[in-house]
C-alpha cells in the first residue's frame, strides 16, 4: 500500500474579504500546487464564523520530496505569497501533515 501525504493549511480572512481571498488563493497557491510534480489534489474549505472566514487548504502528495518541491527543505513551515497580507489576518507559522490511507 502506498501512502499519500495530506498537507493541511489555515489562515483567517475578514468575512468581506473571503470571495476576493478565494479568488486570489485560486491565482496563487491553488495554482502552484497544481504546477508542482507529486501533488495529487487540492480542496479548499472554507467557514463563515461572524465576521472572520476560515480558509484550509487540503493538498494530497506521493511523498515528503514533493512536497518539499513546492514548499522548500523546511517543508513545515507554511509557505505565504506576497499578496497574502492585504487579506490575512494573522501568519500561521507552520502546516499540518498526515499520512492518508484510502480504503
Known amino acids: 500500500m502506498s501512502t499519500i501525504i495530506t498537507r493541511i493549511w ?33 480542496q479548499v474549505l472554507r467557514r ?7 480558509f484550509w487548504t487540503v493538498t494530497r502528495w506521493d511523498s515528503y520530496d514533493s512536497i518539499r518541491r513546492f514548499a522548500g527543505p523546511d517543508y513545515e513551515k507554511a509557505r505565504y505569497y506576497p499578496d497574502d497580507a492585504q487579506y490575512l489576518l494573522a501568519f500561521e507559522p507552520t502546516v499540518l501533515h498526515c499520512e492518508t490511507f484510502e480504503f
Open 48 to 54: 463563515l464564523d461572524g465576521d472572520i472566514c476560515h
Open 10 to 42: 489555515h489562515g483567517t480572512t475578514a468575512a468581506l474579504d473571503a470571495e476576493a481571498y478565494l479568488a486570489y488563493l485560486q491565482q496563487s497557491g491553488i495554482a502552484d500546487y497544481k504546477n508542482t510534480p507529486g501533488n495529487l489534489g487540492v
